[in-house]
Nanobody, 120 residues
Framework: QVQLVESGGGLVQAGGSLRLSCAASGIIFSRNAMAWYRQAPGKKRELVAF???????NYADSVKGRFTISRDNAKNTVYLQMNSLKPEDTAVYYCNAGYYSGRYEPFNSWGQGTQVTVSS
């Protein structure tokens, strides 16, 4: 069973930075693609970034150039470095394990999420 535990959220002023972490278990971490999603109040969950097993990354246009996804296979952990944060980045952030087949395909397993709030 996949288990995902996110951490690192908080309250930050616009222009600030946060680093999210997600510890994964129950999967062969190094073989899986990993992703970060977010869900703002009243909105659908959206894919923010993903990283495949070989290290290739992909970002939503709204975060490109500001966010960086990375992974440490030795620690079964995926990170999301968020810089130049904007109020519209406010959301609950979730990590996800999945696979890549031309596009990111998520497993239906989610952690509790971590709240990111950006004040103006």
């Amino acid at each position: 069973q996949v288990q995902l535990v996110e951490s690192g959220g908080g309250l930050v002023q616009a222009g600030g930075s946060l680093r999210l972490s997600c510890a994964a278990s129950g999967i062969i971490f190094s073989r899986n693609a990993m992703a970060w999603y977010r869900q703002a109040p009243g909105k659908k969950r959206e894919l923010v970034a993903f990283i495949i097993s070989g290290g290739t990354t992909n970002y939503a246009d709204s975060v490109k150039g500001r966010f960086t996804i990375s992974r440490d296979n030795a620690k079964n952990t995926v990170y999301l470095q968020m810089n130049s944060l904007k109020p519209e980045d406010t959301a609950v952030y979730y990590c996800n394990a999945g696979y890549y087949s031309g596009r990111y395909e998520p497993f239906n397993s989610w952690g509790q999420g971590t709240q990111v709030t950006v004040s103006s």
